[in-house]
Protein backbone atom coordinates (compact mmCIF):
# COMPACT_ATOMS: atom_id res chain seq x y z
CA UNK A 1 0.00 0.00 0.00
CA UNK A 2 1.10 3.18 -1.55
CA UNK A 3 0.92 6.31 1.00
CA UNK A 4 2.43 9.79 0.89
CA UNK A 5 2.36 11.83 3.83
CA UNK A 6 2.78 15.76 3.74
CA UNK A 7 4.15 17.62 6.72
CA UNK A 8 5.74 21.05 7.33
CA UNK A 9 2.77 23.61 6.58
CA UNK A 10 1.14 26.42 8.66
CA UNK A 11 0.74 30.49 9.05
CA UNK A 12 3.32 32.35 7.94
CA UNK A 13 3.72 35.97 7.48
CA UNK A 14 4.73 37.25 3.99
CA UNK A 15 8.21 36.96 3.41
CA UNK A 16 8.78 33.90 5.33
CA UNK A 17 9.73 30.77 4.89
CA UNK A 18 8.73 27.15 5.10
CA UNK A 19 9.35 24.18 4.39
CA UNK A 20 6.59 21.04 3.45
CA UNK A 21 7.89 17.22 3.59
CA UNK A 22 6.39 14.32 2.07
CA UNK A 23 7.30 10.77 3.00
CA UNK A 24 6.82 8.02 0.82
CA UNK A 25 6.17 4.14 1.59
CA UNK A 26 5.31 1.29 0.04
CA UNK A 27 6.46 1.88 -3.35
CA UNK A 28 10.46 2.06 -4.87
CA UNK A 29 10.12 5.53 -3.76
CA UNK A 30 13.85 6.14 -5.90
CA UNK A 31 12.36 5.24 -9.14
CA UNK A 32 9.46 7.29 -9.34
CA UNK A 33 9.48 11.37 -10.13
CA UNK A 34 7.68 13.14 -7.77
CA UNK A 35 5.94 16.14 -7.57
CA UNK A 36 3.71 19.36 -5.63
CA UNK A 37 0.52 20.29 -6.59
CA UNK A 38 -1.80 23.19 -4.66
CA UNK A 39 -5.20 24.07 -4.64
CA UNK A 40 -6.81 27.46 -3.00
CA UNK A 41 -10.37 27.69 -2.30
CA UNK A 42 -12.21 27.89 -5.59
CA UNK A 43 -9.25 27.65 -7.83
CA UNK A 44 -8.16 24.84 -9.78
CA UNK A 45 -5.27 22.02 -8.49
CA UNK A 46 -1.74 23.82 -9.82
CA UNK A 47 1.31 22.05 -10.68
CA UNK A 48 4.38 23.90 -8.37
CA UNK A 49 7.29 21.68 -9.22
CA UNK A 50 8.09 18.84 -9.97
CA UNK A 51 11.80 16.40 -9.85
CA UNK A 52 12.91 13.53 -11.53
CA UNK A 53 13.63 10.14 -9.87
CA UNK A 54 17.48 11.40 -9.93
CA UNK A 55 17.36 14.00 -8.89
CA UNK A 56 18.71 15.68 -11.64
CA UNK A 57 15.88 17.39 -13.37
CA UNK A 58 13.31 19.68 -11.92
CA UNK A 59 10.18 21.87 -13.08
CA UNK A 60 9.05 25.05 -11.25
CA UNK A 61 5.56 26.82 -12.28
CA UNK A 62 6.34 30.31 -13.20
CA UNK A 63 4.52 31.43 -10.14
CA UNK A 64 7.24 30.00 -7.85
CA UNK A 65 10.63 30.09 -9.80
CA UNK A 66 13.02 31.87 -8.09
CA UNK A 67 11.05 30.99 -4.89
CA UNK A 68 10.77 27.57 -4.25
CA UNK A 69 13.02 24.97 -3.97
CA UNK A 70 12.10 20.65 -4.76
CA UNK A 71 14.58 18.53 -3.68
CA UNK A 72 14.82 14.80 -2.41
CA UNK A 73 16.61 12.63 0.10
CA UNK A 74 15.91 8.81 -1.57
CA UNK A 75 16.99 7.07 1.35
CA UNK A 76 14.99 8.56 3.42
CA UNK A 77 12.25 8.37 0.58
CA UNK A 78 11.15 12.08 1.10
CA UNK A 79 10.67 14.71 -1.45
CA UNK A 80 11.02 18.27 -0.07
CA UNK A 81 9.41 21.65 -1.04
CA UNK A 82 11.60 24.59 0.23
CA UNK A 83 9.38 27.86 0.31
CA UNK A 84 11.30 31.12 0.54
CA UNK A 85 9.57 34.76 -0.03
CA UNK A 86 6.28 33.59 0.70
CA UNK A 87 3.14 35.64 -0.77
CA UNK A 88 -0.31 35.44 0.51
CA UNK A 89 -1.52 34.17 -3.19
CA UNK A 90 0.99 30.82 -2.04
CA UNK A 91 -1.83 30.53 0.24
CA UNK A 92 -3.29 26.80 -0.09
CA UNK A 93 -3.58 23.13 0.22
CA UNK A 94 -0.22 21.42 -0.77
CA UNK A 95 -0.14 18.06 -1.76
CA UNK A 96 2.58 15.87 -3.11
CA UNK A 97 2.35 13.28 -5.46
CA UNK A 98 4.08 10.20 -7.59
CA UNK A 99 4.80 9.48 -11.07
CA UNK A 100 2.83 6.57 -12.50
CA UNK A 101 5.94 5.67 -14.17
CA UNK A 102 9.44 4.62 -13.37
CA UNK A 103 12.52 6.74 -14.04
CA UNK A 104 10.92 9.73 -15.25
CA UNK A 105 10.27 13.43 -14.96
CA UNK A 106 7.93 15.24 -13.27
CA UNK A 107 6.08 18.26 -15.49
CA UNK A 108 2.99 19.25 -16.02
CA UNK A 109 1.96 16.37 -18.13
CA UNK A 110 3.03 13.79 -16.02
CA UNK A 111 0.41 11.17 -14.84
CA UNK A 112 0.67 10.95 -10.98
CA UNK A 113 -1.21 8.01 -9.50
CA UNK A 114 -0.38 8.39 -6.07
CA UNK A 115 -1.63 11.29 -3.33
CA UNK A 116 -0.62 12.63 -0.48
CA UNK A 117 -3.51 13.76 1.89
CA UNK A 118 -2.45 17.39 1.95
CA UNK A 119 -0.99 20.02 4.19
CA UNK A 120 -2.46 23.77 4.25
CA UNK A 121 -0.26 26.74 3.93
CA UNK A 122 -1.61 30.14 5.07
CA UNK A 123 0.88 33.12 4.25
CA UNK A 124 -1.00 36.79 6.25
CA UNK A 125 -0.26 39.78 4.69
Known amino acids: QVQLVESGGGLVQAGGSLRLSCAAS????????MGWFRQAPGKEREFVAG????????YYADSVKGRFTISRDNAKNTVYLQMNSLKPEDTAVYYC??????????????????WGQGTQVTVSS
Open 51 to 58: ISWTGGYT
Open 97 to 114: ASDSALYGVAVPTTRFDY
Open 26 to 33: GRTFSRHA
